[in-house]
């Protein structure tokens, strides 16, 4: 009875099961659309339109879905109306998952789509299928895409990034031909910035599999940052793995950060060509070449994430450095130097400097509100420099750490004039202005090389040590002297000078005369001292002398760092007795870019109307206002060298 029962059972469920095929067979699944699509209202608000045939392909555990003439709207609140619009819908569902409520979709291929997505200012996202677009579980899992043709667009307004992309396949994949290629070309604006880009890629675009690496080759230009890359993604979601070849170039590096959202210094432009290879949470960029400005550069550096903050290190050399590619970093203007002079010759500007003049120190702003996106760890070095007419640098090495917005520069060193410039620098970025510290130490500079090459001949041997130790409030370098505090310490011993150069400097008129005409000679440098206290900027003469075997220079006066202003008064001790002399003070005043020397002139007519008068009484006694009688007595030199005064 029981068997009877079953056979008859079993019966009814194979007619049914016929009578399901039949009608299938007879009618299609055209009938499913209308159900579908109120199911899919009911489940998300928004339409969804099949206006052509809807087929499938029946198979465990993965059922094929066809569809043509698609169309699903986007939520209300989105710009565009359609988020999808395809010629034809194809995918494979995996019904395991379905049953647990989760749409997976392993492959999906749309012809001609025009697929629009949206991120709205308050964080919903038009791909989320919940009636909110917020919650992320709400969304279509997909494991594979290909696309025939095709647009898709992503807006975000918040973001300031409006992107559309245009998709073609040269050739129709088959089995035989899956990875045919897509060429694809993009426009719009990511971040703010223009936003040109072209390329190929892979035909199947495996979204969430992070185990295939997926084909890229892309051109693009981001502002004013062009990138070149070839290689492989694995995961175009994740991007769990990267190694590709990239060129980087463009104007400065700094505008890499709305790309890279970390800060990176201010440069020239540049140009870098190297290997990016992505590792978990590493990224590195290796085997690198450069070149910034008209400098050289090499090495590696590399970003770890998943601490408070991006840690950035590195390894760069310079085999050939030039100093003026390192005038943005510190924040100076492209040939500051030589525009300063020219703007005080056109402006004839001998005093402060103003709005119309430039300036020496570099007072360009440094963007320290960044410094938090990253901490740092880069070892420097510059193998050679290519000199400046102002400073025969040689050679440079440093480290840079960033942590917290607390950057040092410690140890930093220059080879400069035979000898070397040791200093710690410290910028601490978590106060507005930044709060700065310098501690500088001066090495055996050789007088000599630092003297202009028609003057090297007036100096040898002598050698130049100092300290100064600095402290200052402000965000550019200018500002930061502007309102510093310390000292500045600087000791020149042994060596000889231009004879012809200090009587110069005496005013001794007979004995340039005579060393005009029979050859200048040398004469012993005892040393050199210059001592200043710094307050808000001001630096006061402590101490200033330079003796020699014949005179003695002692100076007095100021230095405004602010103004880039000179004040400065020398008068000479003459040691041995000049019969011709115009002995006056000499004054140096004017500006960083142009200094000014000159001497009394009024001093100078009532020594030389001295002479005409006492010359009307006797020839002979006209002489005696023009004689330095001297001598002045020598310096102590050995207290300053031991550091007393």
Not at 78 to 83: C, E, G, R, T
Not at 121 to 138: F, H, I, M, V
Not at 152 to 164: E, H, L
Not at 455 to 466: D, H, M, R, T, Y
Request: with cysteine; proline share 5%.
């Amino acid at each position: 009875m029981i068997l009877r029962t079953l056979k008859w059972a079993a019966s009814v469920l194979l007619a049914l099961v016929i009578l399901a095929v039949l009608f299938i067979a007879m009618a299609g699944w055209n009938w499913l659309r209308a159900p579908l699509e109120k199911k899919v209202l009911a489940q998300t608000g928004r339409v969804l339109q099949i206006k052509g045939d809807l087929h499938v392909a029946l198979g465990w555990p993965w059922p094929r879905i066809e569809a043509n003439g698609v169309t699903f709207a986007n939520p209300s609140w989105a710009a565009q109306p359609q988020m999808l619009n395809a010629d034809l819908v194809a995918f494979s569902v995996h019904l395991p998952q379905l049953l647990l409520q989760n749409l997976v979709m392993t492959d999906l291929h749309l012809v001609r789509p025009l697929v629009s997505l949206e991120l709205g200012p308050d964080g919903r996202k038009t791909w989320l299928l919940d009636l909110n677009q917020q919650d992320e579980g709400a969304s279509i899992l997909i494991d594979r895409l290909t696309l025939d043709q095709g647009v898709i667009a992503y807006d975000d307004a918040k973001g300031k990034t409006s992107i559309q992309a245009e998709l073609s396949t040269p050739a129709a994949p088959t089995e035989s031909n899956g990875a045919a290629g897509v060429n694809f070309s993009v426009k719009g604006k990511f971040k703010g910035l223009p936003l040109v880009a072209k390329g190929t890629g892979d035909t199947v675009l495996a979204l969430r599999d992070e185990g295939t690496p997926y084909g890229l080759k892309v051109d693009a230009t981001v502002g004013q940052t062009r990138i070149q890359a070839e290689g492989h993604i694995t995961s175009l979601v994740k991007f769990s793995a990267i190694d590709m070849q990239l060129t980087l170039s463009g104007d400065n590096l700094n505008q890499l950060l709305p790309l890279t959202g970390i800060a990176l210094p201010a440069t020239r432009d540049y140009v870098a060509q190297g290997h990016l290879v992505r590792k978990g949470n590493m990224l590195r960029y290796s085997d690198f070449s450069a070149r910034v400005g008209t400098s050289d550069l090499a090495g590696w550096w590399q970003v770890k994430t998943g601490g408070k903050r991006p840690l950035l290190t590195g390894d760069l050399v310079s085999t050939k450095l030039t100093l003026e590619d390192l005038g943005p970093v510190i924040g100076a203007r492209p040939g500051s130097v030589n525009a300063a002079k020219q703007a005080v010759a056109l402006t004839g500007a001998a005093g402060a400097i103003t709005p119309k003049s430039k300036r020496v120190i570099p007072d360009l702003p440094f963007k320290f509100e960044n410094w938090d996106t990253v901490d740092a760890d880069v070892n420097f070095s510059a193998k050679s420099l290519r000199q400046a007419s102002y400073m025969p640098l040689e050679a440079l090495t440093t480290h840079l750490m960033l942590k917290d917005s607390v950057m040092t520069l410690d140890p930093l060193k220059f080879d400069v004039a035979g000898g070397q410039l040791n200093a710690a620098i410290t910028l601490d970025g978590r106060h507005d202005p930044i709060q700065a510290k310098a501690q500088v130490q001066i090495k055996r500079l050789s007088l000599a090389k630092l003297l202009p090459d028609e003057q090297k001949g007036q100096a040898s041997v002598s050698q130049i040590g100092g300290n100064m130790t600095l402290a200052g409030n402000g965000n550019s370098v200018g500002s930061m002297l502007a309102h510093a505090n310390g000292s500045v310490a600087l000791l020149v011993s042994g060596g000889e000078i231009s004879q012809l150069m200090m009587e110069k400097a005496g005013l001794h008129l007979w004995e340039i005369l005579r060393l005009t005409v029979a050859g200048d000679k040398q004469v012993k440098l005892r040393c050199a001292v210059a001592n200043f206290d710094v307050k808000a900027g001001n630096m006061a003469v402590d101490t200033l002398l330079l003796d020699t075997q014949v005179t003695t220079l002692l100076g007095s006066g100021s230095i405004d760092l602010a103004q880039e202003k000179l004040d400065i008064t020398l008068t000479q001790k003459t040691k041995n007795t000049s019969p011709l002399a115009l002995r006056s003070p000499i004054y140096i005043s004017g500006n960083f870019a142009k200094p000014i020397v000159q001497v009394d002139q009024g001093r100078m007519a009532a020594r030389a109307l001295g002479a005409i008068a006492l010359g009307v009484v006797n020839p002979l006694l006209a002489l005696l206002p023009l004689i330095d009688a001297g001598p002045g007595q020598d310096s102590d030199c050995a207290q300053w060298l031991q550091g007393k005064k």
